[in-house]
């Protein structure tokens, strides 16, 4: 059985200070937490700090976005194995914020995937169709494409996990989830183009499949209780102690 995944996407927010008080609260507010598995995502500058805050606790250090470099000319760019030494075990990959400011493209995402394998590191991959897209009947090609090239020549070994995270790109910050039925018909889809990839024990044992996009206490049970879905992705409400932890323990 994996365990369920929650994980903390603070995005560009909480500075110095402000990440370490939010951290701390965290992992008091989840003591005795130990059959979820709990990450906190934060900016780079503060990986250190926040790492520190979580130490001794059952919560993980997460970055938000990583180069496919191990290391040399590449101003401003963060490797893995500078994550590894801040004491990241997850990256995420591939957001739907990066892809739309930063022009990062799927095949950017397939060598950051590859990177973060080589160095010991789960890459929590992100895929989802935009409103427009959805509303031309194109959510199954888009995911499935997106897969197929995120995931090309990735062959996943046995001590290696992976996170696919469904966000449909218009529920993502907008206070309103996506329909549970519509999210669960993605993840058989998801699990499907993996299975076709990869032996179905890794895809059992290795990969977690997690949904985001407004996640809150009201709506998580919904989507819990879909038989593929393992965890979720949380944004907004992961930058408040007390909504983020209501969320983990309503599951
Ligand atoms: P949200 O963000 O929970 O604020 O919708 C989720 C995400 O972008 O990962």
Request: include cysteine; charged fraction near 20%; aromatic fraction near 6%.
């Amino acid at each position: 059985m994996v365990k369920p995944i929650i994980i903390a996407n603070w995005k560009m927010n909480l500075a110095g200070k402000e990440a370490i008080r939010l951290a701390g609260k965290i992992k008091e507010k989840t003591k005795g937490i130990i059959n979820k598995e709990i990450v906190i995502c934060s900016s780079f500058t503060d990986l250190a700090s926040v790492g520190a805050t979580l130490r001794g606790s059952g919560l993980r250090l997460g970055a938000q976005d990583v180069f496919w470099e191990d290391a040399g000319a590449y101003t401003g760019a963060i490797s893995p194995l500078i994550l590894k030494a801040a004491g990241c075990d997850y990256v995420i990959v591939g957001h739907s914020e990066r892809r739309q400011y930063l022009g990062e493209t799927d095949e950017m995402v397939n060598k950051k995937v590859s990177a973060c394998l080589q160095h010991g590191l789960t890459p929590i991959i992100c895929v989802g169709e935009t409103f427009e897209e959805r509303q031309q009947g194109e959510t199954n090609n888009i995911i499935l494409s997106q897969l197929n090239r995120i995931l090309d020549k990735v062959d996943l070994i046995e001590d290696e996990q992976v996170i696919i995270a469904y966000e449909p790109v218009w529920v993502i910050g907008s206070g309103q989830a996506v329909d549970p039925a519509e999210a669960d018909s993605v993840f058989h889809l998801i699990r499907q183009t993996l299975v076709d990839l990869w032996p179905i024990v890794i895809v059992n044992q290795n990969v977690r499949l997690i949904y985001g996009g407004s996640v809150d206490a009201d709506n998580v049970s919904n989507f819990a209780r879909l038989d593929l879905c393992h965890g979720f992705l949380v944004g907004g409400a992961s930058l408040e102690a007390d909504r983020f932890v209501e969320i983990i323990k309503s599951l």
